[in-house]
C-alpha cells in the first residue's frame, strides 16, 4: 500500500530506515544495559538504596546468562574486537596485569649489621607479667596443654604454575583439620615483612613478630607449606619438652658428629615464647640477609658441613651450623627429636602407605604412621622441582587423602582410593548420631579440653 | 703408533670402539644414577636406616641442582624424548593425568524421594543430654559467645583457570584469621558427601552431617568461598538471634512482599544446631537432587519468584520459597537482618575502599566498613564469570588487602596500597612491644575469652 502512496523506491527507502531504526534503536537499548551494568551501583546510604542498585545491576548477570547479556555477547564478538578488560573468560585473562608495578626497595647500608628488630633482654619479665595481668590468656589450656600457635605461609603472587596453588590450598585444608582437632590455632603468612630476608629466610621475622605479640602464646610451631599432616591423632608429647625450647626433627649424632646439613630439618619445629628463644633467632638471623651476605655464608656453610652443595646460605644448613659452632650455649635446651616424623621426608613414606593402613592404626606417629610427610624438593609453586613433578603430585595427593581419611572417617566416608578425590561411605547414617563410636577418639579429644578457672 | 701396528683402517675402527664404549659406560653410569633417585627409599625399620636412604637421595637432588643431575638433564634433553612422566617442570605437565578415570555413581532410582538422612524427631533432646554428659564441651564459650563453626569449601579439583585457586587460597586465609580473632572454629570441606546434591546444593548434607557430629556447636556459619571477610572487628551481635534458628542477610518485604530471588542470600548464613534447623533442611533439600528434578524446580522457581533468570533451581532460591510458601511454619525464627553486611554484595562496596578508610573504622560492620565482601558471580575458580574478569580480581585483591592490614595493623604493617601485594611498616618496633597500643583491641579481645567452669 505505501508503494501506491510514496513510490516503490522511497517505499524501501523507507522500510529501509525503518529496519536500521529499529537495529539502531536495539544497540542504544544494549548500550545502556551493558553500561549501567559495568558502572556499578556508585554511592548510597541506606540498605534500601542499596537494594535497588543490587536488583539493577544483579539480575541482568546472575544465573545461566540471561537473554540480554547473551545478545550483547554476540554483538561484542561480531563487532569491533573488545579490550580484554572487558572479557568474561578466565582462560583469556593475562594475570600479569594485576601485578602492580612496584619499585625496588631502598637497600640498606651493607656496612649496617642485620638486625630483627630492637634488642630486647627482659622478655621472660615483661611475658610474665603480661600473663598474670590477663590470666583470660593463659599460656596453657590444660594441665597438659600448651597454648601453640601454628604458623605456615606462602607467597602473596600466584604460583607460577597451574597446580601450585591448588596444592597450597589442599595443604592449608590439612593443616586447618589438624589443628581444630588438637586445638591448636594457624597463622596463615602472605606478608613480607623484610625484604632482605626472602626467602626460606622470612620465618626468622615473623616467627620473632609473633612471639612478640602473642605472649599467650607458649609455643610456637612453625610449618613449611609442603608438609603435611598424616597422622590426625597423634597428640605431640609437651611434657617431654618441658625443659626445652626448641624441638627439631633430626639426630644428634648427625648434627653435632657429622655436621650434616640435614642432621635436622627447619620445616617442621617448635619453639618456646621465651627470652633464649628471642636470642636464638638473633644469632641465627646472620646469614639471612639476601645478596653478599647470604651468598658468601653460602659458600662457608657448603665448607663446613658435611655433603652440602654449593648454594645460598639457607636456614636449615645455619641452624646445623649455630647448633654446631656455639653449641655450648644452645644444645642443653634444643631436642633433637627422632622417636616420631615432627618432619618426615616424603621418599620414603609415600610407598608405604596402603602398607600403613593393613599393619597399623592412627596415633602413632612414627615410621608406621608419620604425623609429617614432607614434599621437600618438590617445589609444587615454582616452575622446576627437584623431582619428577608426576610422581610429586600424585603423591601429594596420595598424603593428602591418607590424612583426609582420617577426618572423613569421624563422618562416616573415606576417599574411593588413595589417588581419588571422590568419597564414600564407611556406614549409614543413624537416627543415633551420638551413639556412634568415634572410632579414633577424633571428634571430642581429651586433648582439646580448655580447662581454665572460672571467673565472674 | 697404532696405525703402524694395526693398519689406518683398524685403527681407525678401534678409537671408533673406543670412543663409543666412553659414551656407552657414561650413559651405563649416569642410568644408574637416575634409577637410584628415582626408586626412592624403599621399606627400612630404623631412623638410622631411614637417614642413610635419605642422604642417599636427598643430596643428590636437594640444593641447586648438583652436578650429575645437570649432565643427565642435557643428555635427556638431547637423546631420545623422555617420557613427560619424569620431567621436573611443572610447565610441561598436564594436570589431567592425574586425573583417576572414576566410574559414574549409579543413579538412583528416581521415584524415590531425596533424603538427607534418617528422619531424626527428638534431637533437642539427644544433644541436651550429651551436653549435659559432656561439660567439657560447652555449647557456650562465655555468658554471650556461642560456640560458633564456620564451613566454607571447593572442589577437590584444580580451578579450571590457574588464577582460581590462588583466590581460593586468599580467601581461606581471610576466614583463619577473622576465626582467628573471634575464637571461631573452621571447617573447610572439598568433599562431594552425596553426588545428587552437587553443585550449590552441596552446603545441605554437609551441613547436617556438621550438626549431628558436633553437638557442642551452637551455630554453624555456612560461608561461599567467594565472600570475604573486610571487617575483622566486627563480632556478630549473638544476643540479638538468642531466640532465632536462622539468619539471614536480606529484607523481609523483599522476601514476604515481593517474592524476590535475591531477597535474601545464602552465601553467609547463621543456623542454630537444633531440631527446628533439622527440620528446615529436610525441607530445603528437595529441589536440589540434580537433574529432571532440579531442572524443573528452577522452572517452578522461575515463574513462583520476582526477576529470577531461568537456570535450575538453585538452594537460594529455593530458600525464598520456602519461607514464603511455608511462612506460618518457619518465618517466626528465621532472622532477616539487613543491618550490617552479613552477606555484602561486592559491587556496591569495593569501590568504596579507600572513603571508607578515611571517614569510618572497622567495628561498624555496615555499609561504612562492611563486614562481607561477596563477589557473587565472579566465579574464579571456573572458566566464565558473570563480570569482566579483571574487574573481578582486581576488586578482589582490594577486598584481600582491605580486611587484611586489619590484620598486619596489629603487628605494625600495611600494605603499600589496596593493590598492593607488598608491606610497609606503620611502626617502628619496640623493645617494649607489650606496651605497644592494640588500636583496634583485636590481639586478646575480649570476646575470645574461654570462661567455662573449672574441674579437677
Known amino acids: 500500500m505505501l508503494d501506491r502512496i510514496f513510490g516503490t523506491r522511497r517505499t524501501r527507502q523507507f522500510q529501509r530506515i525503518l529496519r536500521n531504526g529499529k537495529v539502531t ?39 545461566k546468562r540471561a537473554e540480554p547479556r547473551r545478545v550483547l555477547e554476540e554483538l ?42 630492637p634488642k630486647i633482654s627482659d622478655w621472660d619479665e615483661q611475658r610474665g607479667e603480661w600473663l598474670k595481668q590477663n590470666p583470660n590468656f593463659p599460656n596453657f589450656l590444660n594441665a597438659n596443654k ?11 603472587k600466584p604460583c607460577e604454575n597451574p597446580v601450585g596453588d591448588h596444592y597450597l590450598l589442599k595443604s592449608i585444608k590439612n593443616k586447618i583439620d589438624y589443628c581444630r582437632v588438637h586445638g591448636i590455632e594457624v597463622f596463615y603468612n602472605m606478608a613480607l615483612l623484610d625484604a632482605e630476608m626472602a626467602g626460606f629466610w622470612a620465618k626468622l621475622p615473623l616467627i ?21 599432616f598424616t597422622d590426625m591423632a597423634f597428640e605431640v ?49 646472620p646469614m639471612g640477609p639476601k645478596g653478599k651476605i647470604r651468598d658468601e655464608a653460602g659458600k662457608i656453610l657448603t665448607r663446613e658441613l658435611k655433603d652440602r652443595p654449593v648454594f645460598e646460605a639457607d636456614d636449615q644448613s645455619a641452624m646445623v651450623w ?8 644452645w644444645a642443653s635446651k634444643v631436642y633433637l627429636e627422632n622417636h616420631y616424623y615432627l618432619h618426615g621426608y616424603w621418599g620414603i613414606l609415600v610407598d608405604r602407605y596402603e602398607e600403613m593402613i593393613a599393619s597399623y592404626h592412627p596415633g602413632l606417629g612414627d615410621h608406621r604412621w608419620p604425623l609429617v610427610t614432607h614434599f621437600v624438593g618438590c617445589k609444587p609453586c615454582g616452575k622446576f622441582g627437584d623431582y619428577p613433578v608426576e610422581r610429586c603430585l600424585k603423591q601429594m595427593d596420595r598424603a ?19 589417588a581419588s578425590r571422590r568419597v564414600k561411605r564407611t556406614r549409614n547414617d543413624s537416627s543415633n548420631p551420638l551413639e556412634v563410636k568415634d572410632e579414633l577418639g577424633l571428634l571430642h579429644p581429651a586433648y582439646k579440653v580448655t580447662k581454665v578457672s572460672s571467673s565472674s
Not at 600448651?146 to 602473596?156: E, K, M, W
Not at 620473632?208 to 603435611?228: G, N, T
Not at 624441638?247 to 619445629?269: A, P, R
Not at 647448633?323 to 650455649?329: A, C, G, H, R
Open 322 to 329: 649455630l647448633l654446631v659452632s656455639q653449641k655450648d650455649k
Open 400 to 418: 593428602f587423602n591418607f590424612g583426609d581419611n582420617q577426618i572423613l572417617q569421624m563422618y562416616g566416608f573415606t576417599h574411593k582410593s588413595l
Open 208 to 228: 620473632r613478630k609473633l612471639l612478640l605479640s602473642h605472649p599467650e602464646v607458649e609455643f610456637l610451631w612453625w610449618m613449611d607449606s609442603d608438609a603435611m
Open 146 to 156: 600448651p597454648r601453640v600457635l601454628l604458623v605456615t605461609g606462602s607467597s602473596p
Open 25 to 63: 534503536l536495539l544497540c542504544l537499548v544494549l548500550t545502556i544495559v551493558v553500561l549501567r551494568g559495568n558502572l556499578g551501583a556508585g554511592k548510597f546510604g541506606t540498605p534500601e538504596q542499596d537494594f535497588k542498585e543490587i536488583r539493577e545491576t544483579f539480575y541482568q548477570y546472575r544465573g
Open 76 to 117: 561484542q564478538t561480531t563487532t569491533e574486537q573488545t579490550a580484554s578488560s572487558t572479557s568474561n573468560n578466565y582462560a583469556e585473562f593475562d594475570i600479569n596485569k594485576l601485578f602492580v608495578d612496584e619499585e625496588e626497595d631502598v637497600k640498606k647500608n651493607p656496612n649496617e649489621p642485620y638486625s630483627l628488630g
Open 237 to 285: 608429647p609437651w611434657e617431654r619438652y618441658k625443659d626445652k625450647n626448641l624441638v627439631l626433627h633430626g639426630w644428634n649424632e648427625m648434627v653435632y658428629d657429622q655436621k650434616n646439613w640435614i642432621g635436622l630439618n627447619t620445616g617442621s619445629f617448635l619453639l618456646r615464647n621465651c627470652q633464649w628463644s628471642l636470642d636464638l633467632l638473633d644469632a641465627w638471623a
